[in-house]
């Protein structure tokens, strides 16, 4: 990778071209993502007090099946391919489940 040198500064600074512009749009899409896993993973508790109301149990077949038919259809309509996305929910609902077992006292986080 080549540096730019400033001359006013003496600094050398990283190339500010069409690739490290796109590369910053990325980054800042990453920190969005990661602050929706977040907010989404807080919500863990509440799902856990509403199931426990409810009487269901932490994991709901039913339930994951429903979130991953939504996601595959979302992700047509994105035209983003079905088994990733698929795969990324996944994780998310582990996330969550592992969540509602920590609340729950039944962490089988280490």
Not at 13 to 32: A, N, S, V
Not at 66 to 93: C, G
């Amino acid at each position: 990778m080549r540096f730019n040198f400033d001359v006013r500064t003496g600094e050398l600074k990283m190339p500010t071209g069409k690739l490290e512009t796109t590369r910053e749009k990325m980054r800042l899409i990453d920190r969005e993502i990661l602050e929706l896993i977040e907010a989404r993973t807080e919500l863990a508790n509440e799902v856990l007090m509403s199931k426990k109301e409810m009487g269901k149990p932490i994991i709901d077949e039913a339930q994951i099946q429903k979130v991953l038919d939504r996601a595959a259809s979302l992700a047509v309509e994105k035209n983003l391919d079905v088994d990733s996305v698929r795969q990324i929910f996944l994780i998310l609902i582990k996330m969550s489940i592992e969540k509602q077992n920590e609340y729950s006292g039944k962490s089988n986080l280490i």
